[in-house]
């Protein structure tokens, strides 16, 4: 489990300084706003829809295996950014089909890496929430250093010597789980393309027959979708229009980061000795709370103290969210349910940023934050009505 998490830690700083490497680095070589726009909006539908395919091969090639390739062929594709760049054969299509490789894997990489950690955590005696909080806040944590780490050195080494540093992260990270993770899972049964198709049809009735999978999915994209309003349009609202200030972004976006990481270790502790059902149900519920005083547009030292406190609050949902498909997703097919899952669920953060960007037009922030609170809530009290949550 230490080496896993220590891989996943630095897989994550090298993902999260290309996140700022790779739109620096396509302005820098096209001098295009459009075209560096039209790569992010490729890469997220690429990555989506890569996601739900690829899970099926979660289960046929194992935990380990797919693990591996998924830092493998990211790490390989950033690295051919720079260089083709450097030989001066990098046009506007490779760079795209590059970008989007070097992401396409990561929703199987994920569910790979969350099943890895279901048997670790059983041969090692410790409670699954306590090992999925643990996985989260070694990623939470490398999201947060690896952000300004690298829009730093991005601005000192270029953003090509970024994108290098990414590679080599990525390939440590797989070459550590590769030799020093000694369980994986068995794989799911092999076969021919039609055993393929109906592994993927067979992963999408479980999760449309099984109550609780198909909750979790539904308020999974619900959160993610008020979510996705919250950061990417709300807050910079906020502090474009009313704290005049893009460094009290980044004050508020450190403060709920950093949040988010103390309420994920503290779940790392005591949460397995409370029940799943409970503990989703009263994060949301505090979370959806805590935007109300929000909306009163505070100063700068209030609003990042309720975002610390909201991250906080927040932060034991997606373990106890993890640890419910672990539990309850049938053996041989977790990748391609995990995968379908966190698929549905990213499929809604567009649909959201788009929503709150209309309702900041109409009604003001501080009407689409009241609405967004409405909306939290009446997606808590829906989870509380669902028998299926029940199971958890």
Known sequence: MRALFAAVGVGALGEAMMLVAVPWFVLQTTGSVARTGLIVAVVAVGTVAAGLVAGPLVDRWGFKAMAVASY????????????????GALGFPALTA????????????????????????????TPLERANALLGGVHQTAHLVGAPLGGAAAAFLGAGSVLLLDAA?????????A????????AGAGGPAERYLAGLRAGLRTLYRHRLLRTVTVSSAAFN????????????????????????????LMAFGLGTVAGTL???????????????????????????????LPPLPVGAMLLAVLGAAAAPVGPVRTAALQRHVPRGQYG????????????????????????????????????????YL????????APGLREM
């Open 98 to 125: 590059l970008v989007l490789a070097a992401s396409m894997l990561d929703v199987p990489g994920a569910a790979a890496v969350t099943g890895l950690v279901s048997g670790l955590a059983d041969e090692a005696g």
């Open 72 to 87: 493998g062929v990211g790490g390989a594709a950033a690295a051919c950014i720079p260089l083709l760049h450097h030989l």
């Open 225 to 252: 979708a008020l979510d996705s309003g919250l950061s990417g349009v709300i807050l910079v609202t906020y502090a474009y229009q009313h704290l005049d200030s893009a460094a009290a972004l980044g004050v508020l």
């Open 169 to 177: 992260a990525c390939g440590l990270a797989a070459l550590v789980i």
């Open 378 to 385: 009446l997606v808590v009290a829906c989870c509380w009505a």
């Open 179 to 186: 030799c020093y993770v000694a369980r994986p899972e068995p």
């Open 266 to 296: 503290g779940f790392a502790s005591v949460g397995h000795r409370f029940g799943g059902r409970a503990v989703y149900l009263r994060s949301s519920l505090l979370a959806g709370l805590l935007l109300l005083p929000l909306a009163a």
């Open 336 to 375: 391609r349910v995990t995968a379908a899952v966190d698929t549905l669920a990213q499929v809604a953060v567009p649909l959201g940023a788009s929503a709150t960007v209309a309702s900041v037009g109409l009604l003001g922030l501080s009407w689409t934050l009241l609405a967004v609170a409405g909306a």
